[in-house]
């Protein structure tokens, strides 16, 4: 199977520049373009609601303060996103692949599969963190969502353990 278009889906774990080092070698190999995503969790995005739930003084000044610290947390986030997908930019540069970098606030799953349909996206590459059951069931799998919401192929990419390692 060719992959012409390769979206890599980067997170914040450790565990990202390894997904990137495999697409990066898939792209070169398959001779793909290479988009970098990466979702900044909707949790980060400012909310236009009362603080208390209803339209007080109180509620004007807490919320007030509430929103500009949370705008100045999501602008932060994003400056550190985009510098890191330059550093990702630089590497395919470096290796002359056709590279384009993308990020988003919301639902990093339905972000991901979303970017992926409209780019074209032959392969979708992501980690998985190994979370247990429990823990999946808990926290939720943004990688189990990809891989059953996907308008391509997926190649999950697992985290290896350092303690099986050595």
Known sequence: MIFN??????DDSPQASIVFT???DLAQTERSKLMVFHCINSDTKVEDKPFLGIATVGDVD????????????LQQEIAKVENKLENYYQQANFKQIPIELAH??????????QQ???WGANL??????????L?????????NYVI???????????ETNQETNN
Not at 5 to 10: D, F, G, P, R, T
Not at 62 to 73: I, N
Not at 104 to 113: E, L, R
């Open 5 to 10: 278009k390769i979206l890599v889906a980067i």
């Open 22 to 24: 495999k697409a990066l």
């Open 62 to 73: 807490l919320y007030g303060t509430f929103a500009r610290h949370q705008k100045k947390r």
């Open 104 to 113: 988003k606030i919301g639902v990093p799953g339905k972000q991901i599969c």
């Open 116 to 118: 992926a349909q409209t």
């Open 124 to 133: 979708i590459i992501i980690g998985r963190r190994g979370h247990n059951q």
């Open 135 to 143: 823990a999946e069931i808990v926290l939720g799998s943004v990688s």
């Open 148 to 158: 059953h919401h996907a308008p391509c192929s997926v190649l999950v990419i697992q």
